[in-house]
């Protein structure tokens, strides 16, 4: 799926914590977007393409590397390390990233073909073996209409939860941005 779905199921996730603080919020979509770091790779091979006769193929080997139990571990106890209040409060929001990161991983699964029908795995075992991959022939693409309507569902909920609650996904970039937002969506359906 992309980013910005996996963004929204993780905000709206977040949201699920008792009285969630706005850093909470952020530390969980962070959460359903981290393991798409190893993605930056696209980076080089996108300037390699456009400016030598050698382009790199970075995205293509390694996209999903970090797709991983082990790697969810490790950015699990980052998040706890990095949420406030006490060692119960700090542990939920590390629970919510690690489920978070794996729905992301579930995502990927179910929804992320090639427009060539190709599908992406996920190496849940790497790197202690390769036994764990995951992969799913019915995967839908990436541009499908089950993945355009999951992403118009939770930006229904988001704008739902910026009525009823005062915040939207936009506030993990800028609180500002978001209370305009906000604003918008009160004035347009708040009950009057």
Known sequence: MSPITHGLFAWVLANGLRDSTRRDRVIVTVGGLIPDVDGVGAVPDMLTRWFTDAPTSYFH???HDLHNVLFACVASAGAAALAAGSLGRRLAVAALFCAAFHLHLVCDLVGSAGPDGSIWDVPYLRPFTEAGTLAWSGQWRLDGWQNVTITLA????????GVRRGRTAVEVVSTRADAAVVEVLRRRFAAP
């Open 154 to 161: 939770l930006l229904a909920v988001t704008a739902w939860l």
């Open 61 to 63: 080997q390694y996209h």
